[in-house]
């Protein structure tokens, strides 16, 4: 039975009791395994991971650490110099492309008006969430810590906010987001790309007072609704600067 001496960083506490956060603690474990699944049976899913060192070498999520060891493991952001070190993913996390679990679809809209593409859909499975992240090369969102324990996972966060707009500020600024959007470039409902067109071409779509106030508009390649700066657009505007500057 090894004992161990393990220490989160930064925000990985947040899955720790308050006891076990923001020190070393020492804990026994009844089975000898690999150091990925000491680590989640503590509560933090593999996913939010970045770096692990034992005895101040770094190694891999299949490394069997011994009796007495020391335990360190960062997080996907910490704001430290690793570049000496190995991280435990050869390519960057910070891709602007999403998957979204059934309980973010707000967010999944929010980031969308930021120009971020983003697949959401309220039924789909976990193990097809989990396919679509692999294959797709898609970070996953998702506020389900279980989903975040699939072996096959690699790129993935946990959403801590439970408001869409707290949600959509912790993502930026966790994932580091602020320099990529691309406003109104995509379709909040389906998530298609934005295309300008003239009002002759939409002309039959538009409701009429909107065909005198407005020449502008765009239309979805994907499910062809029709977009323009109508009332909701400072609001928008508004959202999108607070979320930037916050």
Known sequence: ???????????LNDFL??????????????????????????GIPHTEVDLILVNGQSVTFEFRPKDGDRIAVYPIFEALDISSLTRLRPQPLRESRFVLDCHLGRLARYMRMLGFDCL????????????????????????????LKRKALTHAYYVRATRPLKQLEEVVHRLQ??????????????????????????????????????????RCDGCGRIYWKGSHYDRMQRVIATVKDN
């Not at 308050?18 to 049976?41: H, M, N, W, Y």
């Not at 934005?194 to 007072?209: A, H, N």
């Open 1 to 11: 039975m090894p004992r161990l001496t393990l220490r989160f960083y930064r925000e």
């Open 17 to 42: 009791p308050k006891p076990l956060q923001q020190r070393d603690f020492t804990r026994d474990f009844a089975v000898s395994g690999a150091v990925k699944g000491i680590i989640e049976a503590v």
């Open 120 to 147: 959401f859909s309220g039924h789909c499975s976990d193990r097809r969430l989990v396919e679509i992240s692999v294959q797709q090369q898609r970070i996953l969102l998702t506020r389900d810590l279980d989903l």
């Open 177 to 218: 987001l602020q320099n990529s959007f691309a406003p109104f470039s995509r379709c909040t409902v389906c998530n298609g790309s934005l295309r300008k067109v003239t009002r002759d071409e939409v002309w039959s779509q538009i409701p009429p007072r909107s065909r005198l106030n407005f020449t502008q508009y765009c």
